[in-house]
């Protein structure tokens, strides 16, 4: 997991709440990443982050919001629009056209 | 989407054979990387791939790679009970990466 932590590792939302998951890296990376995993299931791209201040959204963003203030920093937020917001979330990051990505721990997220 | 899948979708083998899994993909890619996840953990970067190479070795892991099929293999030679985890194949097209559905793969000791 290296340079790049989230927190917390566990969350419980109760319906029509907002929750922010956080992601932070001192890797010095310019891309930042979150990723949606659904039990069995592939990583899904919710946005992405290349630069400070930028952002554009992934296949699945419909239900989330993120902020890029900081290089270090690409929270995401999840709406009470994400109807079906229970799911392992992944955040990632990696120097602007590097091959790989690096991981965080990840969070999982529960609505109860 | 241009999500890859993985095939199979799960394996089951003995500590000491060696595992083979395969990726396909839909579009033109930049390089191919595979992942390694733990249950419960974030993936981990094991080997890439550019479109250019045919093959690539790294440790006990072997990667192949075949553009004008859009499939990749992973190897895992000599396998071990720590081997025992998800893995994922992820292609670059522009900035972002698509994963693959995975290979759960079991070693049994």
């Known amino acids: 997991d290296g340079g790049i932590t989230q927190s917390p590792k566990y969350l419980f939302r109760k319906e029509g709440q907002n929750v922010t998951l956080s992601c932070e890296q001192n890797?010095?990376?310019?891309?930042m990443y979150w990723y949606r995993q659904d039990p069995g299931q592939g990583l899904r791209l919710i946005y992405y982050?290349?630069?400070?201040?930028?952002?554009q959204k992934g296949d699945i963003a419909e239900g989330y919001s993120v902020s890029r203030e900081k290089k270090e920093s690409f929270p995401l937020t999840v709406t009470s629009a994400q109807k079906n917001p229970t799911a392992f979330y992944l955040c990632?990051?990696?120097?602007?056209?590097?091959?790989?990505?690096?991981f965080g721990p990840g969070t999982r997220l529960t609505v109860l | 989407s241009q999500q890859g899948e993985e095939d199979p979708q799960a394996l089951s083998i003995q500590e000491g054979e060696n595992a083979t899994m395969n990726c396909s993909y839909k579009?033109?890619?930049?390089?191919l990387q595979w992942y390694r996840q733990n249950s419960g953990r974030g993936l981990v970067h094991l080997i890439l791939?550019?479109?250019?190479?045919r093959e690539k070795h790294s440790g006990r892991l072997r990667v192949t790679l075949d553009t004008s099929k859009k499939s990749s293999s992973l190897l895992i030679t000599a396998s071990r009970a720590a081997d025992t985890a998800s893995y994922f194949c992820?292609?670059?097209?522009?900035?972002?990466?698509?994963f693959g559905t995975g290979t759960s793969l079991t070693v049994i000791p």
């Open positions: 990632a990051t990696g120097p602007t056209g590097a091959d790989t990505q690096y």
């Open positions: 890797l010095n990376h310019d891309a």
């Open positions: 982050s290349q630069i400070v201040n930028d952002f």
């Open positions: 579009t033109s890619i930049n390089n």
């Open positions: 791939i550019r479109s250019n190479e």
């Open positions: 992820a292609t670059d097209a522009g900035g972002q990466f698509y």
